[in-house]
């Protein structure tokens, strides 16, 4: 159904690992990692305090560079074995859609991610998409990450003014902060219409709420053949020219691009995604097969 006439937004999500990610992340001690002090300094954090405060410096300061010693910060990973992450999180698609939880649209690969898994079955639902989405990645009731509407319909109260609080940390900001590379593919219905232009501000932009990249359109809808599309903060029109161009197949080309990126330059760094598409949302724009 669509949020937007004030239905409700029925949310399916799919979290690989994601408890044992944060159990982990709270009972590790700090592990510093290579010779403490020289650029390739690794540590995980206990997490207690986010961002972390800066280590006070370990060198050795004197009138002379010659009789100085260099000291670097260690640069902060997460701890070993934590895992990826990858939250899909669709409009309008509840438990009769895909064949995963026994729906009538074939979802192989979800299915195939499941049975190697858990199945879980019930979500905190607001009933509409932004508050909904709010609560999901704050993990907080959706009133007080600001949410108590649709952004469209944000009013000048608290609780209702679609402004996530810089006290609400995203899930994309802690765990970036524990040292992982975090995105945002997709609809971002979580930043106030009054910010949701190329000339921002842009702190409520995935970009400003913890997650590193961002390729996806802003607002509660999109035309999936000309969408309103950025890459971080700038307007792009990769469908120019290109009539047979749809975001569903793109935004899965670019996510995949990106994470050979991350895999070319630091495989061991662990990503956590957030992918959202938009095509089962109305316009309905999905491509035909």
Same mark, same amino acid.
């Given at each position: 159904?669509?949020?937007?006439?004030?239905?409700?937004?029925?949310?399916f #999500?799919?979290?690989?690992?994601?408890?044992?990610?944060?159990?982990?992340?709270?009972?590790?001690?700090?592990?510093?990692?290579?010779?403490? !002090?020289?650029?390739?300094?690794?540590?995980?954090?206990?997490?207690? /305090?986010?961002?972390?405060?800066?280590?006070?410096?370990?060198g050795?300061?004197?009138?002379?560079?010659?009789?100085?010693?260099?000291?670097?910060?260690?640069?902060?990973?997460?701890?070993?074995?934590?895992?990826?992450?990858?939250?899909?999180?669709?409009?309008?698609?509840?438990?009769?859609?895909?064949?995963?939880?026994g729906g009538?649209?074939?979802?192989?690969s979800?299915?195939?991610?499941?049975?190697?898994?858990?199945?879980?079955?019930?979500?905190?639902?607001?009933?509409?998409?932004?508050?909904?989405?709010?609560?999901?990645?704050?993990?907080?009731?959706? +009133?007080?990450?600001?949410?108590?509407?649709v952004?469209?319909?944000?009013?000048?109260?608290?609780?209702?003014?679609?402004?996530?609080?810089?006290?609400?940390?995203?899930i994309?900001?802690?765990?970036?902060?524990n !040292?992982?590379?975090?995105?945002w593919?997709?609809?971002?219905?979580?930043?106030?219409?009054?910010?949701?232009?190329?000339?921002g501000?842009?702190?409520?932009?995935?970009?400003?709420?913890? #997650?590193?990249?961002?390729?996806? #359109?802003?607002?509660g809808?999109?035309?999936?053949?000309?969408?309103?599309?950025?890459?971080?903060?700038? /307007?792009?029109?990769?469908?120019?020219?290109?009539?047979?161009?749809?975001?569903?197949?793109?935004?899965?080309?670019?996510?995949?691009?990106?994470?050979?990126?991350?895999?070319?330059?630091?495989?061991?760094?662990?990503?956590?995604?957030?992918?959202a598409? !938009?095509?089962? +949302?109305?316009?309905? +724009?999905?491509?035909?097969?």
């Open positions: 159904m669509n949020e937007d006439r004030g239905m409700p937004c029925r949310v #999500f799919g979290v690989i690992g994601l408890a044992v990610l944060i159990a982990s992340a709270a009972v590790r001690a700090e592990d510093v990692t290579g010779t403490l !002090g020289s650029p390739s300094a690794t540590t995980s954090i206990s997490g207690k /305090q986010l961002p972390p405060p800066d280590p006070p410096f370990g050795v300061i004197k009138e002379g560079a010659l009789q100085s010693t260099a000291w670097w910060a260690p640069r902060v990973v997460p701890p070993k074995g934590a895992p990826n992450v990858l939250l899909i999180i669709t409009d309008d698609a509840g438990f009769g859609v895909p064949s995963t939880f009538v649209i074939p979802t192989p979800l299915d195939r991610i499941a049975n190697n898994g858990l199945r879980f079955n019930n979500i905190y639902s607001t009933a509409l998409c932004s508050p909904t989405r709010a609560a999901l990645i704050t993990g907080r009731n959706h +009133h007080s990450a600001g949410f108590g509407v952004s469209e319909q944000a009013t000048g109260f608290p609780g209702y003014n679609s402004i996530i609080g810089k006290d609400k940390a995203t994309g900001r802690i765990l970036r902060d !040292g992982y590379a975090t995105s593919f997709g609809k971002d219905h979580n930043t106030p219409a009054f910010a949701a232009s190329a000339l501000p842009f702190d409520q932009w995935p970009t400003g709420l913890g #997650f590193e990249y961002f390729y996806g #359109f802003v607002g809808d999109a035309n999936q053949w000309q969408p309103n599309l950025f890459r971080n903060t700038t /307007q792009i029109y990769p469908f120019q020219g290109k009539p047979g161009w749809n975001l569903v197949t793109a935004m899965a080309d670019d996510a995949i691009d990106h994470l050979h990126k991350l895999n070319q330059i630091d495989p061991d760094k662990p990503f956590f995604i957030k992918y598409p !938009g095509a089962t +949302h109305a316009p309905f +724009h999905p491509t035909q097969e």
